[in-house]
């Protein structure tokens, strides 16, 4: 079955102390994202990546690296987590190859954090 | 400041009524405006998308009107039933690898 899993679902976890969410895709995709969701606000980029070794920043990565060593593995990493960063997290993965031919994102079921 | 103007933030709707939910953006250069659903406890799945190269996009119960003009797109849903009862998220592209998405909106569909 194509999926993006995440791991783990539900978190609870307290200032300061690192963590690593992570995300698979089985569906080959080059292009990978971040998002956290918040009341009100939607669903805000936090990385993106367009390939293996290829990273950039969304709208709000302070507070958060990323990276891509293999296709299809992107681990969303909180170095120093602090309650701003309790949210809701979505991976997704695409087809999408940039130049204005955005293609369908296939989301992740989510990663509840909550930091204390 | 939010490139997607998502309203309402929520919606009432009863079974057999049409739902609409609108999406306004300012940046000119977007041009791919994909419809998200989300239920409860799961991730956003794409309901429907539309390109500014037409004005209205169907598929089955679900339509995107799009006026480039005004810088506006909107979802409507007729025949709506309860099972369409979930949160729903505007977005849009500018041939960058972003996608910005609207705040969202619950629809309540009352049997």
């Known amino acids: 079955e194509a999926q993006v899993t995440q791991n783990p679902r539900y978190l609870i976890t307290v200032t300061g102390k690192k963590l690593t969410v992570t995300c698979s895709q089985n569906?080959?995709?080059?292009?990978m994202s971040w998002y956290r969701q918040d009341p009100g606000l939607g669903l805000r980029q936090i990385y993106y990546s367009m390939n293996v070794e290829v990273t950039d920043k969304g709208d709000v990565p302070e507070g958060y690296k990323v990276s891509r060593k293999e296709k299809r593995n992107f681990p969303l990493i909180l170095e120093s987590p602090s309650p701003n960063q309790t949210s809701l997290y979505f991976c997704?993965?695409?087809?999408?190859?940039?130049?204005?031919?955005?293609?369908?994102?296939?989301f992740g079921p989510g990663t509840r954090l909550t930091v204390l | 400041q939010q490139q997607v103007k998502q309203s309402p933030q929520s919606l009432i709707v009863q079974k057999g009524g049409i739902s609409i939910i609108n999406c306004a953006y300012e940046n000119t250069a977007f041009d791919y405006f994909p419809w998200y659903q989300q239920f409860p406890g799961k991730g956003p799945a794409l309901l429907i998308a539309i390109r500014p190269d037409v004005s209205e996009k169907k598929e089955g119960r679900f339509t995107i009107s799009f006026n480039k003009s005004a810088k506006q797109f909107s979802l409507h849903i007729m025949d709506s039933q309860p099972g369409d009862s979930a949160t729903y998220f505007c977005?849009?592209?500018?041939?960058?690898?972003?996608?910005?998405f609207g705040s969202g909106t619950r629809l309540l569909v009352r049997p």
């Open positions: 997704a993965s695409s087809l999408w190859k940039g130049g204005g031919k955005a293609d369908t994102q296939y």
């Open positions: 977005a849009a592209n500018d041939s960058s690898y972003k996608l910005i």
């Open positions: 569906m080959n995709h080059e292009y």
